[in-house]
């Protein structure tokens, strides 16, 4: 009896070793989530906002994007004018990249805002990522999109009994200007960059592009 006694407590001491082991296991994975949830909230715009407050009155960092200091991967074309505008950029392949040399007079947070034309094209949204010296301030800024706008062929016309016939509609490939948000809507604003005076170099790295850029 005292042998099956000693039996029964080294049973039971394995046993709580092997659930102590267990249990230890199974929290690791729940932890190391919970660090990189960590580690990706803080890199979200909403939290990149918080840690700058906007400046004053500042004037526009301008942009022309006939002036890149780097193009990579595109058949691109710069002209003297593309439909009316000068010194645009006009990128004909789908991906690539396109950096430029920004001079930053007052050190504050900036909207972006993208005058361009699309082109034509199958896809349905221009499709990118915009870095500031070479990375992501934030996660927010690494899936951007522009829309391809469309319109009508041609004028609403009526049929014999007075109804509205809808015309077919075509890609509208006239230039537009529009500032840049977040794909998920969460924010009602344009997203916002940081940057201090100085110079910095702005890329944008295109996985959808066909379109033609003026200013920036």
Known sequence: ?????????????????????????????????????????????????????????????????????????????TRNEYKGEKNALVLKSEAGSVSWEIAVQKEGLYAVNIQYASLESTHARISFGLQVDGSYPYEELKNLELSRPWKYAESIRKDERGNDLLPQQEQSFEWQSCDIYDNDGKYNSPLMIHFTQGKHIVKMAFTQAELAIGEV
């Open 1 to 77: 009896r005292e042998d099956q006694r000693m039996s029964r407590a080294r049973l039971k001491a394995i046993l709580s070793m092997v659930l102590f082991v267990a249990v230890v296991i199974g929290l690791m994975p729940l932890a190391e989530a919970e660090e990189v949830s960590s580690e990706e909230k803080k890199n979200v715009y909403e939290t990149y906002r918080k840690n700058y407050t906007a400046g004053g009155n500042a004037d526009d960092v301008v942009i022309r994007a006939a002036d890149h200091i780097s193009l990579q991967d595109f058949q691109a074309d």
